[in-house]
């Protein structure tokens, strides 16, 4: 536990011989629909993150574990062996074939939670990453780009042309679902909750962390403090007295979703040798932020696939999910009769419904 002259930690912590954890909080319920509590949406303004269970419904989540699991070789196999760190081509990759996935990444008691979190509606959010990806156990290679062991790190470089925002006015939600149990995997996400605006681990602006400031990109702990000691040593020590000793991991089991931020301190930690964590990784940002990035290629790149996994998700999704696509809202400015028409050609054949959008 935190001593006593610091301030009470939201999200809650337990001990064992080897780990401070986080405990997942199950969400609350708000007619049908799960909704973040109060102190779930205090933990991720004040503290970076909430870790949440219920969020998503269990079949949903059982689909997409089974459609990945499916997909990706099995742990243990030579063609595990020969997967190193991120990625799927385009299979697991927003707008993806797998219809469960694509409800996964537009559930809307997922886009309300995002929502509550940034306190805007849900029109007011655009979808910029959404991925599934595994991670197989494997001890540490010594390679400086392995992602077995990462060094602690925040996401926003790769994700924004600038530096977050103040701490109170954020951009984003980024968004880890697990697939797996931290009992079979190990491998948890590991967090330095923040503890007031002085505290000094998130001292402005974040810059203590390989590949920024014209420090090179590494992803491996060890290689990575080794190379900050040569190279920044004031930063190493600024890691090595703020970040290493605070962090705590997430106990995630299937469905749980870790909720943080581009400016929160965090890392991947080492996954059981022989096993497969599989999990989806997600950002919103608000709708009037330009300067983060979709990560992926965009989502129209998906339109000549054969299925017509992009067009059958455009027809079929609500309002809502159309508009956090990017899709235009209703009464937005690109709307006339003429566009309505062109549009309407383009997805009646798949359910499209231009009611919404008349003027
Ligand atoms: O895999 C995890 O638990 C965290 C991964 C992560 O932080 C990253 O790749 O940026
Ligand atoms: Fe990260």
Redesign the pocket.
């Known amino acids: 536990m935190p001593p006593d002259d610091q301030p009470p930690a939201r999200v809650l912590l337990s001990d064992t011989a080897e780990r401070r954890w986080f405990e997942p909080t199950p969400v609350g319920r708000d007619a049908d629909a799960a909704r973040l509590t109060a102190e779930q949406v205090a933990s991720w303004r004040e503290q970076g993150f909430c870790l949440v269970d219920g969020l998503l419904p269990d079949d949903l989540v059982d689909a997409v574990r089974a459609d990945a699991a499916a997909f990706f070789p099995e742990p243990g196999s030579d063609a595990a062996a020969a997967m190193k760190g991120f990625g799927s081509g385009q299979r697991f990759v927003f707008p993806s074939p797998s219809a469960e996935f694509n409800a996964i990444t537009l559930h809307p008691d997922l886009l309300r939670a995002v929502a509550d979190l940034l306190g805007v509606a849900v029109p007011d959010l655009r979808l910029t990453q959404s991925d599934l990806w595994p ?1 197989y156990g494997r001890p540490p290679s010594g390679e400086p780009n392995d992602n077995a062991d ?1 060094r602690i ?1 925040c ?1 926003y470089p790769n994700h924004m042309l600038t530096h977050p925002s103040p701490w109170d006015a954020p951009d984003a939600v980024e968004m ?1 679902v697990y697939l797996d149990d931290v009992d079979d995997c190990e ?1 948890p ?1 590991a967090l330095v909750a923040r503890e007031g605006e002085d505290d000094p681990a998130y001292a402005w602006p974040i810059m203590a962390m390989p590949g920024v400031e014209g420090l090179d990109y590494i992803n491996d702990r060890e290689k990575a403090e080794a190379y900050l000691r040569e190279h920044a040593p004031e930063k190493d020590a600024f890691r090595a007295a703020h970040l290493y000793p605070r962090e705590a991991c997430a106990r995630y089991r299937a469905g749980t979703a870790l909720l943080h931020r581009h400016d929160v301190w ?3 930690t080492v996954a059981r040798t022989g096993t497969r964590r599989l ?1 989806m990784n997600l950002t919103f940002k608000r709708a009037d932020v330009e300067w983060i990035n979709i990560i992926h290629v965009g989502w129209a790149w998906s339109a000549y696939h054969l299925d017509h996994h992009l067009e059958q998700l455009i027809g079929a999704a609500s309002v809502d999910q159309r508009t956090v696509m990017g899709f235009p809202a209703p009464r937005s400015r690109y709307w006339n009769n003429a566009t309505l028409e062109a549009v309407n050609a383009r997805f009646a054949p798949f359910g499209f419904d231009p009611t919404p959008y008349e003027m």
Do not use: E
Request: aromatic share 0%.
């Open positions: 991670k990462q790190h996401d880890i491998g996400t965090h890392r991947g999990a």
